[in-house]
């Protein structure tokens, strides 16, 4: 598996938490104590100048964190005011509260009481986390209404902006799709992303999202008979590449007297007559990714309009489904892809002969829209686990509307239906893998191991053909003989960082070409990232992931490094 961030759903991170304190060498109090003092933490290093917070706090233990930033706070100089329920929280919350009652009152945790303390510097909102298990109602969904309002003073999310669903990125309660949830401009997480932080528009709400370590290391076994899902972090990809002597890293650095059928062979199949421009840009983006040879494979009426650059691609017709079974007598034709400007017809021809030679094939556009076209009972039938499905949204719903259909749903209740569990019931579904595309990609394999990665800055990557340089970019990979899951993750990094280093004004024929000056960089990097210190180095190397969440959170203290400002005193 890669090396990357692992994502906990909220049940795994309370069986983890749990194990932690039925081990007696933690108490929940304890976990308290330290989530708290790292939202106070991560507060200060922002906001290193006391101001004027007040604290949200909530009818459970996100609540108890709150009282505990509250003391935390108090105790650097900071003015707080602290609103809470009048309810009996759970022993730690509760212990957490009366120890803030020694240092000042508790208002009513209510919209009116908000609306007359809003002119401060800083929000801190501990109302719910991973405990929300319906939508909010009364008194508590008014004051969350208030938190949408961008002109708030900056939000500080405890866990989570309050209502979100962390097992999704969705809102319980609120229609799916729609970003209209409680707003933060700092999120801190505790010991793991969870899905909803990354997924929906959970990615969009949470602002920076920072990783606080709290200890519970010893027990992460406990979530690990459950298949695992990583997060590909955008900014930070080298800690994903595996370790030197695993195959992707040595596929990343050519060997210098490697042979070109060393590196695969990708065989990328072209459509009609004045539709060749999508299967091009796969094929380009195949050989720039390293594929030792790319063959272009239209129908012979096209052959001619592929006659001009790039210069290193081979020509070779496919008329039907016979002669793409006879050039896949080649073995040298390690991997395959079907779909982009294929034609829908065209493709559904070739599905049979490229899906029977059990070769590693991206199947993309027309030839999912072909596969959904087919009788429901037999859609997969031929499909296998080096097939790679890459469906938007709407090609998704095609070829599973049921499953479509559940991730639109408003439900009141949660955890709702995540992009996740969509993606993994598919790709169980198809015994294929299944990247399903958005800022939000999710890869999944049949056996539920999961990869997210998500992008929320590269507007300019939803452009004509972005898909379709994708497509190339794994079978370029898959042809090197990269897993099919690694193939699809490390591809979607190089696609979005191909689109971040281009910048505004991309069109999709300007992808490929950033790709080698990416690698350059990756495996400059990377070999930085493996070589210090001569820790373990294959696997989820714990020392890597925590390394990763240190380097998340550099990042974040850069980021807001202009954001550190607070708003003057006010005379108070
Ligand atoms: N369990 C632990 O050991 C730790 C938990 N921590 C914090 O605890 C949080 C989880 O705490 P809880 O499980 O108490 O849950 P929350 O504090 O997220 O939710 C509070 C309570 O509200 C109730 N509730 C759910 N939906 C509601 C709704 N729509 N309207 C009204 N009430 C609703 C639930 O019954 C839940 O008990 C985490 O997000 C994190 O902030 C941290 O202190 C770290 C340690
Ligand atoms: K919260």
């Known amino acids: 598996m890669p090396v990357g961030s692992e994502i906990l759903t909220t049940a795994q991170m309370r069986a983890t938490e749990s194990a932690a304190m039925s081990s007696g060498r933690v108490t929940g109090a304890e976990l308290m ?27 459970g233990n996100n609540g108890g964190d709150g009282y505990v930033i509250a003391q935390h706070l108090h105790r650097a100089g900071w003015q707080l005011r602290v609103l809470g329920l009048a309810n009996q929280p759970g022993p730690d919350a509760a212990q957490m509260r009366q120890r803030w009652q020694e240092i000042g009152p508790i208002l009513p945790l209510d919209a009116a009481t908000f609306a007359g303390v809003q002119d401060c510097d800083l929000v801190i909102d501990a109302i719910f986390g991973t405990g ?160 030792g040879l790319v063959t272009l494979a239209p129908p012979v009426d096209a052959l001619a309009e592929h006659a001009g650059p790039p210069d290193a691609l081979m020509r070779q017709p496919v008329e039907d489904a016979s002669d793409l079974a006879d050039m896949l007598a080649d073995s040298r034709i390690t991997a395959l892809c079907l779909g982009p400007g294929c034609g829908i017809e065209r493709a559904a021809g070739l599905l049979p002969s490229a899906l029977a030679c059990g070769r590693p094939c991206v199947l993309d556009a027309d030839a999912l829209t072909a596969l959904s076209q087919r009788p429901k009972a037999e859609r ?5 686990d080096k097939v790679i499905l890459t469906p938007h949204m709407g090609e998704f719903a095609r070829l599973f509307p049921d499953l479509a259909n559940r991730l639109v749903a408003a439900d009141n209740t949660g ?57 190339g970019l794994i079978a370029g990979l898959l042809a090197r003989s990269l897993p099919p899951l690694q193939a699809a993750g490390l591809a979607v990094q190089l696609h979005a ?76």
Do not use: Y
């Not at 104590?33 to 906001?47: F, N, P, Q, S, T």
């Not at 991309?506 to 690698?519: F, K, V, Y």
């Not at 990756?522 to 696997?539: C, D, I, N, P, Q």
């Open 380 to 384: 997969f039938r031929d499909l296998h």
């Open 132 to 291: 929300l298990t319906r939508a909010p109602t009364g008194p508590i969904a008014a004051l969350l209404a208030a938190l949408t309002d961008p002109s708030l003073p900056p939000v500080v999310a405890v866990d989570c902006p309050s209502g979100l669903c962390l097992d999704s990125g969705g809102w319980p309660g609120r229609d799916r799709g729609t970003a209209t949830g409680a707003r933060a401009r700092l999120t801190v997480a505790f010991d793991r992303p969870k899905p909803g932080h990354v997924l929906e528009s959970g990615a969009f709400r949470c602002g920076e999202l920072v990783i606080a370590d709290i200890g519970l290391g010893d027990w992460h076994h406990i979530a690990s008979n459950a298949p695992q899902t990583l997060l590909l972090h955008p900014a930070i990809p080298t800690p994903w590449l595996p370790a030197p002597q695993g195959p992707a890293f040595s596929l990343l650095a050519k060997p210098a007297d490697g042979h070109k059928f060393l590196s695969g062979h990708a065989l990328i199949l072209a459509g009609g007559p004045a539709r060749g421009g999508a299967a091009r840009l796969s094929a380009r983006a195949a050989l720039r990714v390293g594929a």
């Open 33 to 59: 104590e330290r989530a708290g003092r790292a939202v106070a933490g991560h507060i200060r290093l922002r906001w290193p100048r006391p101001g004027r917070a007040v604290v949200l706090c909530g009818p």
């Open 497 to 572: 960082l191909a689109a971040r280093r281009f910048g505004p004004g991309l069109t999709a024929d300007d992808l490929p070409d950033q790709i080698p000056a990416i690698l350059r960089d990756l495996l400059e990097g990377a070999s930085g990232v493996f070589e210090r210190g001569g820790r373990k180095k294959t696997g989820i190397d714990e020392m890597q992931v925590k390394e990763l969440h240190a380097r998340i959170e550099e990042l974040a203290v850069a980021n807001s490094f202009l954001e550190r400002k607070l708003k003057p005193w006010g005379g108070k």
């Open 415 to 471: 955890p709702l239906f995540s992009r996740l569990d969509a993606a993994r019931q598919a790709a169980s579904r198809a015994r294929a893998v299944l990247l399903l595309k958005g800022p939000d990609t999710v890869i999944a394999t049949p056996d539920g191991s999961a990869l997210i990665h998500t992008v929320t800055d590269l507007p300019w990557l939803a452009t004509a053909g972005a898909g379709d340089v994708l497509a």
